[in-house]
């Protein structure tokens, strides 16, 4: 994610911070699925480099995304649909060692 | 997903409370049926290797079995051995320096029973940190270091430019102990225990911030500048991510041998490790695969270089610091920011991690690729040389001049001595300042002369670096190589000089 200093967002139905290469996303009322999320990522958070976090319609292969502290991949990835209270979690695994 | 959970509400029997109170935490899993593959009764939490969920607890039994696992089948590092954590601040390393502590604090049977030290290289300077940045960095990587309790050192980069010339000399190796020594060692260790009664090492928060040869405190301006001025006029990305890397190993293990560590560990990660292995076939170094990506390195003779989260996928890591809060610190590096294509390294991270988008296995095939190399000398072939900068053997066969490698050495004597008695094998000598030693290179750019005792990958790296660089390795490297009386006095002189003292002194 481009931003290594904080940024905190809020639209209707979300909550965003981005920082030290973390986004944290809370859901406040249920907003369609993951991938209707990235576009609003896209176009609200990542203003400078977004092919470092989207590739396409999903994200960059590295960053891995958690919802409630679960692997995205048990929940249908893009498709899973936001419920109230949900945390999206997006964390890049490409800095450092 | 609304679907999905009337499904499993028509499919439940009467009576049973809905899906969602059940998993009132975890988010409605897709296979509402699915557990975790290990238990079969927790709900799946993460998804590692293809397809395989783990729930939490199991997870962290896996994570930290494989860490486990890989230092007791490798059998390298002995009871009470000083090891010296290597921490970039990193997720891998941030990860590995969390499962030393909590490996050391187990009850005695199962205790790890290394003595542990932690390692921060502070490299602000070559990716322009301001100064004020650089002491927040160091701020929170002092509060991290201090909850460990280990012995803790934190080195800027600078201090590369202070070092002996003994650095670049690989020391006699020591021969790795056999599997009985090993046994025997562990046993003798654990009756030493139960005499003293003790109830393990002790953690008091000490601290070794300075190392004895390197001037006190942190670097100076000039230092600082000079290492910047480096990187700046390092052409491309991926001679500076060669350059960092051996200009931090050699920092490392100079802090490594001052301090009586006999190890040190790095937290290369699985995938890190398939990206390294084919980067550096790409940078013509496939002759040291075996070296750059294996459990143990033990090139540098004194000190070996272990690996313990070369299992471990940046996944696993991610997750797992996520899971169970493992402290970590992050600072710019070199390629932040940098596009797809600005490096080799970049280039192939990219490429490996989208292929294993794709395809689930790529990263695990490179491992057990990488497990298989084998480190032997070819048949016939004495250890030779050692390339300069990255120590290991050259690979030089000067029957094969077919190659243009081998037509690029062919003149590289075979009886060079090896570094060890470079000290005696060279005799008094006519020049007076620069490379003196057998083939005397009077007059000849040191330049070229650096670069025959370079293996091939560092050789083409050194080709991005500039002519002149200040008070390092060029006109150094030389009388590293063969050492003299005075040439530590030289060292010394050169370190912070600029072109014009250079210019001066090679004239003496």
Known sequence: PAALGMLCLRSGSLRAIVFEGVIFCSVLSSAGDIRSLLVWIKKNLLKERPELFIQGDSVRPGILVLVNDADWELLGELDYQLQDQDSVLFISTLHGG | MCEMSEEYRESAPKGSPPPRVLVSLLPMPQNPGQKCVKCKEGLPVVVIRAGDAFCRDCFKALYVHKFRAMLGKNRLIFPGEKVLLAWSGGPSSSSMVWQVLEGLSRDSAKRLRFVPGVIYVDEGATCGQSPEDRAKTLAEVKLVLQTTGFPWHIVALEEVFSLPPSVLRCSAQEPLGTESAYKAAVDSFLQQQHALGADGVERQSQHCAQDPHSPAGPPTTAQTQAMSRLFDSVKTLTAKEELLQTLRTHLILHVARNHGYSKVMTGDSCTRLAIKLMTSLALGRGAFLAWDTGFSDERHGDVVVVRPMREHTLKEVAFYNRLFAVPSVCTPALDTK?????????????????????????????????????????????????????????????????????????????MQPPVTQAGVAAGPCCCAGMGGGPGCYRGEDPRAQVMEQLCYGCRVNMKDLPEVLPGSFWVSVPTMRFPRATAEQEVQEYLLGDSEDEARTSES
């Open chain 2, 338 to 414: 940098a596009p797809e294509k600005a490096s080799i390294h970049r280039l192939m991270e990219t490429f490996i991690l989208r292929l294993q988008a794709q395809f689930p296995s790529t990263v695990s095939t490179v491992y057990r690729t990488s497990e298989k190399l084998v480190k032997a000398p070819r048949d016939g072939c004495v250890a030779g040389p050692r390339c300069l900068l990255c120590m290991c053997t050259l690979d030089v066969d000067t029957a094969d001049s077919a190659t243009a490698f081998g037509a690029q050495t062919s003149h590289l004597p075979q």
